[in-house]
């Protein structure tokens, strides 16, 4: 076991025993149908996610029926007993490896999307939907106002569907009363503006909840354990705060078998990002909350949020400040993240990037993907992948994570794998990635790729080597994987000469000297992410992005410009370069306007080009040849990590 012994001490909550302390936590799947039942992918991913390793495995949001509760679609309809037949078989799954099932079962309440009306216990809107609906031009959403009959039915369907739980086989599941959901819109005075016994004073507020809980246990009795999971502070002014939570966890104390401590709510953009952190946010960020929780109170505690490694687990629960660890995002990235710390292998765990690539898939409605674990969510896909590759040898020309994946992919199915890589090392454009300063996730799993490489006895890495024709024609591979990324874009503009004027890449790489006044041209990923460390290190920064932020725009993005404005960049949407002057620069808006900012550097993050002149060179060389990555399309590390798998697949 190592140095994780407190990881990998059973534990007893309630009735239920787990064989470590590592919750895999709820996140959205959307693996199941659009009726509400289940699928054998479904069955195939919380499976796979067993084999890793953890105590629990969480099953992510689950409605209480499809009415009015369902923020994610598709998944299980835990309003009908079809639930229970997919639930059993996910149970039976899991408890294969020794883990026990739970599932997150909510109900949105006014934070619907997919609704026209919602119902919550006030009329009050959220921050998004109103600034969506006048994005948009149209009246909010309406919002109905819960009444006794309303709510005596919620509570019976909440019970229903942890009854339904129990009958599927399963120990335990979790109340969702966290993220500004139902439960959360009764209980914060944020959301909550009734002047009934439901609102007003803190014991009205939480009657909603304690009625859930009293019903919820009559259905299922003591046998049964109950996981609340809570927002120890919404972060919103008006919203619930540490101190008050607190005192609300005291009145159901005893009515729950384990506490999950979160924080923030769904329903604004500014508080996403302490439920699910970014790369830009701090590793274990909600850890305070669980130790004070754990400090202050009884009941064992979950810590949640941005636990990314086993050290950390390890550390979190050494220091007395959890009971238990969540993490989602380093399981499914990882594959055998627990398990592996357990057999003394810690080191072959995948890292996280914290990227939001899985929350954006559950957020479009389509089955989970992990950025750069190509096989997550395609459990039953893989099945169809013959275990061994009919080509011996294959060229791999570029060691960026496409090159570096497909020679990985390949090794693993029995090919010897070439890489040619013109530079002295691996990696590509995640070198210039990793070398932003808060981007540890993408150095840890830069330094895992190269890490793997080097173990493969199968890998053959030539550096600084450009794959010639000659050279590949002499090496007769079986088959041909291109993977030669990208160049920057950089287009003509007047005052480009100017040596003010210099490349991103340059900036994060520390190969240029900006002055204190910077305005950066592109509010992409790139661009932004630059702009943030800039600010961080004292510079005043100007962004500007020739697009404006819609109401669709994604929420990562969203949260990232909150972010950049609480670090003082100034925001220049809608506006174009025109030219770099003596001063500065002057932009151009859609109609023609111009805007003079003034700047000691001007930098340019324009984006890239796929580099096809060495695709054409090549072509021909070998029976099979695969175009991979940036140099077939111009994308993400996903698109790279997943061409690079999909390519060594067909080996």
Known sequence: MGNYDHVFTPFTFGPVTVKNRIEMAPTGYNMGLFNGEGTEAMVAYYERLARGGAGIITIGETPIDFGYSNTFRPCLNLGSDDAIHYLFRVNEAVARYGAKLSIEIQHGGRSIRSRSENIAPSSVHDSNELAAAEAEGRPPKRIIEMDQAMIDEVVESFANAFLRCKRAGMEMAMLHGAHGHLIAQFLSPYSNKRTDSYGGSLENRARFAIEVLDAIRAKVGRDFAIEYRISADELVDG??????????????????????????????????????????MPHCVNVPYAEQFKRELSVPVVAVGSITTMEEAEAVLAAGQADLVAMARAIMAGGNTVENARRGHAEDTRPCLRCWTCNRHSGMGVPVRCAVNPELGKELQLLRIPSKATASLVAIVGGGPAGMQAALTAAERGCRAVIFERDEVLGGKLVLAAAVEYKQDIRRYLGWL????????????????????????????????????????????????????????????????????????????????????????????????????????????????????????????????????????VLVDGKGREVSVEADTVVLSLGFRPNRQTVDDLAGIAPDTYVIGDCRRVNSVMQAVHDGFNAASLL
Request: proline content about 4%.
């Open 239 to 280: 919203g619930m705060c540490p101190d008050e939570t607190i005192e609300f966890v005291r009145m159901i104390e005893d009515k729950i078998d384990l506490l999950h401590v979160s924080a923030g709510m769904c329903s604004t953009d500014r508080t996403m990002r302490n439920m699910i952190q970014p790369m830009y």
């Open 450 to 585: 190269r890490d793997q490489i080097e173990k493969s006895d199968r890998i053959e890495v030539r550096l600084g080597t450009e794959a010639t024709p000659d050279a590949l024609r002499a090496l007769e591979p079986d088959a041909l994987i291109i993977a030669a990324g990208s160049e920057p874009h950089i287009p003509s503009f007047p005052g480009q000469e100017l040596n003010r004027v210099i490349w991103f890449g340059d900036v994060d790489a520390g190969a240029a000297t900006v002055g204190d006044r910077v305005v950066l041209i592109g509010g992409g990923p790139s661009g932004a992410e630059t702009a943030l460390q800039l600010a961080r290190d004292g510079k005043a920064v100007t962004l500007v992005d020739r697009n404006l932020r819609a109401a669709a725009t994604a929420r990562w993005v969203k949260c990232l410009d909150i972010e950049l404005e609480d670090t003082g960049v100034r925001l220049v949407f809608g506006h174009q370069l025109d030219r770099v002057t003596e001063n500065g620069v």
